[in-house]
């Protein structure tokens, strides 16, 4: 934490610099106020002149000026500069984000990360924005009036100590306390938003399996438990702030009663004990400003902790690449791979993709097809064996090189809340109005021009929906901005219909032109049009060969392509349903049949 907090603050050192001086000036302005209250009682007691007093009077009204102006200074300063701090530390977060490894974000859960960029951030913006700069403002000024005081009298200084037995057991009692009281509420807030959002996201598989009542039970389980955080930050905070209030008094009584005493047998004179009585009461604001503070910066630091938290994810990313690949061969050699401590899925992969080619890949639903496009694309490493991309392991490629020459397309085209063009210019920041435009050309999404306001148009979250089509044709005319050597399409037009998917893989082909493609297919087409089949079972490859070499081996990819061509010629199209299945000879054919045929 220390670490990742100098590392925010050592950039705006001239800042802190500024604002230091400028709350000193003023602080120094604030307790010249009582002391020269002080002087003005002394010298009207010793029966000076009007005149005098003016002059005294005159040069209260300096310090109270001086006081003001470079107290807004200093306010000025310090809150841009906790703004600067805040908005440093936010766009950090959003970075270390978009650089977590997938299966990580997976394993927390969105709503982990949800909770931390909803919550965690703007309270340790807060802290950032206000607590700190207030803290060490008031902490200044604390200094300065405790200065000023012992300069007038140190014996009446003593009496600030007063508070130190009086505070200190309360704030190490509070401190011991706090901090893992705040994280625990936050993690418990984590684990609502978590909660929620797997209800939410997952809400038809609970209708579908009638798992409400246990949905309900989880939430409330999450959300007692953050009731019980609260609540003990509740209590703690309950003794904590009515003792800190009421120790306030005690110094300032016993400077009138030491002052008093004093004044009375003649060893101090009555300004002395004025100034000292109202420098004791000055003194009180920036110590209890202090002491609130503690409390918002035991929170802010929690958050803190959590937002920094994200960068901490063991980071495996190469960074530099050692070797760059030289064209957009794939090869697969003996990968086996398991997701965490389970079982291989993978059960020693071996795949030759020369760079341009076309392989489709077909197999029944758990075969391994989607874990071996994110092998391919470097989202997972294996657990042995070797995955390489011209010639070069997928995982020594640092991020931005992998995301450059492989892109995987999946069924889940998302849509950002933002307009067409930002949508768009994810693939390439720098793409001129004509590249985004010959983009959509490509793949047949004429549609964007017509639009009220072009790639100005608003689409996704609460703006105009797309249809999964459109949405599919801006996934894809992103591809052709990014310009991969490798495409993975992973059952990219599954979720669309039979006529919209076939309009999307005529403008795929345009796209595909010249790249190594590994399509992971439902319909039997594509495997019929691709160079390459592999038919993938149980994490193994079955069989391997081009469509007409696979029918004349006679095996799984035969009988299918028998039963879904007598199918397709039976039902005169390619909407057949899951039932609908004919020929045998396989036994996932029929379950899986409906679903390669779309
Ligand atoms: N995130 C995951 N965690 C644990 N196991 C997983 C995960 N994803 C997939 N699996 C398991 O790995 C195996 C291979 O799944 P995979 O999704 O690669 O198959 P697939 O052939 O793509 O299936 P489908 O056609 O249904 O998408 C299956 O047994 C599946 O249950």
């Known amino acids: ?14 800042a802190i610099a500024a604002a230091t001086l400028f709350i000193m000036i003023s602080s120094v302005g604030g307790a010249a106020g009582p002391l020269l209250l002080g002087y003005m009682v002394d010298e009207v007691g010793n029966g000076t002149s009007t005149s005098r007093v003016d002059l005294i009077a005159a040069l209260m009204l300096l310090a109270v000026l001086t006081t003001a102006v470079f107290s807004f200074a200093s306010t000025w300063v310090a809150v841009r500069l906790g703004e600067r701090l805040g908005a440093t530390m936010r766009e950090r977060f959003v970075d270390r984000c978009l650089r977590l490894p997938l299966p990580v974000v997976e394993r927390a859960g969105s709503g982990d990360l949800m909770t931390r960029s909803s919550a965690d951030v703007p309270e340790a913006g807060a802290m950032l924005r206000d607590g700190l700069p207030n803290v060490i ?21 003593i009496a600030m100590l007063f508070l130190v037995p009086a505070i200190l057991p309360m704030m190490i009692w509070f401190l011991r306390r706090a901090p893992d009281a705040y994280l625990r ?22 209708e579908a399996y009638g798992l409400a009542q246990r949905r309900r039970e989880a939430s409330d389980e999450c959300i007692s438990q953050h009731w019980a955080a609260s609540r003990y930050i509740l209590r703690l905070r309950t003794v904590f702030f009515p003792a800190l209030d009421s120790s306030y008094a005690l110094p300032t009584a016993a400077i009138f009663l030491m002052g008093g005493v004093m004044y009375f047998n003649g060893s101090m004179s009555l300004g002395v004990v004025a100034a000292a009585a109202m420098l004791s009461r000055q003194l009180i604001l920036p110590i209890d400003y202090i002491l609130m503070w503690i409390e918002r910066v035991q929170r802010g630091i929690a958050a803190l902790a959590r937002v920094e938290g994200v960068g901490e994810v063991e980071d495996t990313d190469p ?26 899925v993978l059960h020693g992969v071996t795949l030759e993709i020369p760079a341009g080619q076309r392989l489709a890949v077909v197999g029944p639903s758990g075969a391994g097809k989607s874990t071996l496009a994110r092998l391919i694309s470097g989202v997972d490493s294996p657990r042995s064996g070797s995955v390489e991309i011209g010639g070069v392991p997928v995982e020594d490629l640092p991020l931005i090189e992998r995301r450059k020459r492989v892109s995987l397309v999946t069924q889940d085209h ?77 059952e990219a037009t599954a979720m669309l219909d039979p006529q919209a998917a076939r309009d999307t893989e005529r403008a795929l082909e345009a796209v595909l032109a010249g790249r190594t493609v ?76 409906g679903r390669l045929l779309g």
């Open 518 to 593: 590994i399509a992971i297919a439902h319909r039997l087409q594509t495997a019929h049009d691709a160079e390459r089949v592999a038919v993938m079972e149980d994490g193994r490859v079955a069989e391997l060969g081009s469509h007409d070499e696979l029918l004349e081996r006679q095996g799984t990819y035969a009988s299918l392509w028998a039963a879904w061509h007598g199918e397709s010629v039976l039902a005169n199209s390619e909407t057949l349903g899951s039932g609908s299945t004919s020929g045998g000879g396989n036994q996932w054919q029929g379950e899986r049949l």
């Open 1 to 14: 934490m220390w670490k990742a907090f100098t590392g925010l603050v050592r950039p705006e050192w001239k």
């Open 319 to 344: 960074k530099v690449a050692q070797q760059l690949p030289t064209d957009g061969a794939v090869t697969l050699r003996q990968v086996r791979f398991a997701y965490g401590d389970g079982n291989d």
């Open 185 to 206: 509420e936050r993690e418990v807030e984590s684990e609502i938003g978590e909660t929620l959002a797997a209800s939410a996201d997952g809400s038809r598989t609970v």
């Open 414 to 490: 998302y849509v950002f809340a933002a307009p067409v063009r930002d949508n768009l210019a994810l693939a390439k920041e720098d793409a001129t109005e004509e590249e985004l435009f010959a983009a959509l050309t490509t793949v047949g999404a004429t549609w964007v021009a017509e639009l009220e306001s072009g790639l100005d148009t608003q689409v996704g979250g609460t703006n105009a929906e797309l249809d999964a089509a459109k949405a599919q044709q801006l996934a894809l005319a992103r591809i052709v901005l990014a310009d991969p050597e490798i495409v993975i399409l992973d």
């Open 137 to 157: 403002m008031s902490s200044i000024q604390m200094l300065i009036f405790m200065a000023a005081l012992v300069w007038i009298s140190p014996t009446l200084s």
